[in-house]
């Protein structure tokens, strides 16, 4: 009987292991695929393709129903312009697990979002009337309503008005409208001060910050020049790496930042010079926008910098100059947001007399005269609309 017993309990053991195993792999693969589904939402989403990344959310939350899923689905509704079903999507954030952080995120969303939205009518009691005029009310605050749509309108013209504010509303919507116009002052997609995407939206073109780089065969006008003889060659290359900054957009003036790198090969062995010259500029300018069509800019800058000259590779020590950069550039815009730009950059860079070193001496080199390069520039750079230091804070979870 307990050998009996003792089989039976094995068996029994061993069938619960065997359920639990066979269990685990599918209770996982739901959620899995859950994850899969959102990931490949918000690639669709980056692409601003708001309906296909929806329904990858949707997917999400049908297979695993979390919070950060919900809370994307309403993210997409909010861009598709669906509000209230956006409102129920984030209404289902809470409930299904999210954390404090995402509750509070959630929270703001849905404030914008009801805004955007009228608060129903009653569909049982309608809206009760004047009893001198017969004109419907509001039954909270008995002011006059719209007949139609029970929306409160002003007793003076009838016209339709926030019930909180008083400025006049869309009579089909409900939204509050510009009472010169007419016109809903705030369309499109909720916002929320301060979170992205719900942020109102910076004009296309219009950029706070850019880094760019700027790559050009170079032109030696004078540079090493000593009497006669020429010590470096007529030519060579360089680069310019910079950051731009909106310092007033209305005006379209920026400021920038850059460091620039020449190569100067040596022309004449007869001076024994057998490096070439490497410059490294360290400056700051000033540019202004100026547009020719939707496409074109015309850039005009003014820099000024300090340069490192190095005539000797093996030595530690180099001359320094000052110089000032003059450049107007042609500036191509690419992109939905004309955020990628392709330049057509020449400029004119002129150098003050070199200062000797303790084991350098500029007129050895022939700097001591100063001169200029002439860059024959073909750049890009890549515009951000978001503040420096800064990024989206309404991201998708």
Same mark, same amino acid.
Request: glycine residues 10%; proline residues 10%.
């Given at each position: ?22 269990? +685990? ?74 954390? %404090? %952080? ?40 008995? %002011? ?5 749509? +029970? ?8 016209? $339709? ?9 869309? $009579? ?43 790559? &050009? ?36 003036? +920026? ?14 062995? %007869? ?80 150098? &003050?007399?070199? &200062?000797?070193? &303790? ?31 800064? +990024? ?6």
């Amino acid at each position: 009987m307990k050998k009996q017993l003792r089989v039976t309990l094995l068996s029994a053991l061993c069938a619960t292991g065997f359920v639990t195993a066979s269990a +685990g792999p599918s209770l996982a693969q739901p959620a899995k695929d859950a994850d899969a589904h959102n990931t490949a939402g918000k690639e669709l989403f980056k692409e601003r393709r708001y309906l296909e990344a929806y329904r990858r959310f949707k997917q999400a939350a049908a297979l695993s129903p979390e919070g950060r899923f919900y809370f994307n689905i309403c993210f997409s509704l909010n861009y598709l312009e669906r509000f209230q079903e956006a409102i129920e999507a984030c209404e289902q954030v809470e409930p299904n697990g999210a954390d %404090a %952080a995402l509750v509070k995120k959630t929270n703001a969303v849905l404030q914008a979002l009801r805004a955007k939205v009228p608060a129903p009518a009653d569909p049982n009691t309608g809206a009760p009337t004047d009893p001198n005029t017969g004109t419907p009310t509001d039954p909270n605050t008995g %002011a006059p309503t719209d007949p139609n749509t +029970g929306a409160p309108t002003d007793p003076n013209t009838g016209v $339709p008005t926030d019930p909180n504010t008083g400025v006049p509303t869309d $009579p089909n919507t409900g939204v509050p409208t510009d009472p010169n116009t007419g016109v809903p002052p705030n369309t499109g997609p909720a916002t929320v001060p301060g979170l992205d995407p719900f942020a109102p939206k910076q004009p296309t073109g219009e950029y706070a910050w850019a880094l760019g780089i700027t790559a &050009s065969p170079i032109v030696n006008f004078g540079l090493g020049d000593n009497g006669d003889i020429a010590a470096y060659a007529g030519g060579g290359f360089g680069v310019n790496i910079f950051a731009n900054f909106m310092y007033k957009a209305e005006q379209q003036i +920026g400021l920038q930042g850059y460091v620039g790198f020449a190569n100067v090969p040596p022309e004449n062995d %007869a001076l024994g010079i057998v490096d070439p010259l490497s410059i490294l500029d360290l400056g700051g300018a000033v540019y202004k926008h100026i547009s020719i069509n939707d496409k074109i800019d015309i850039s005009p800058l003014v820099g000024v910098h300090v340069s490192l000259m190095q005539p000797e590779a093996s030595l530690d020590e180099g001359l320094l100059a000052v110089g000032l950069r003059l450049q107007p550039s042609i500036d191509y815009h690419l992109g939905a947001k004309k955020e990628h730009v392709i330049s057509f950059a020449p400029a004119l860079n002129l150098y &003050s007399a070199a &200062s000797s070193s &303790s084991a350098l001496f500029a007129e050895d080199y022939g700097l001591d005269t100063g001169g200029a390069t002439f860059e024959i520039g073909f750049g890009y750079q890549y515009r951000f609309t978001t503040p420096f230091g800064s +990024g989206p804070l309404f991201t998708l979870e």
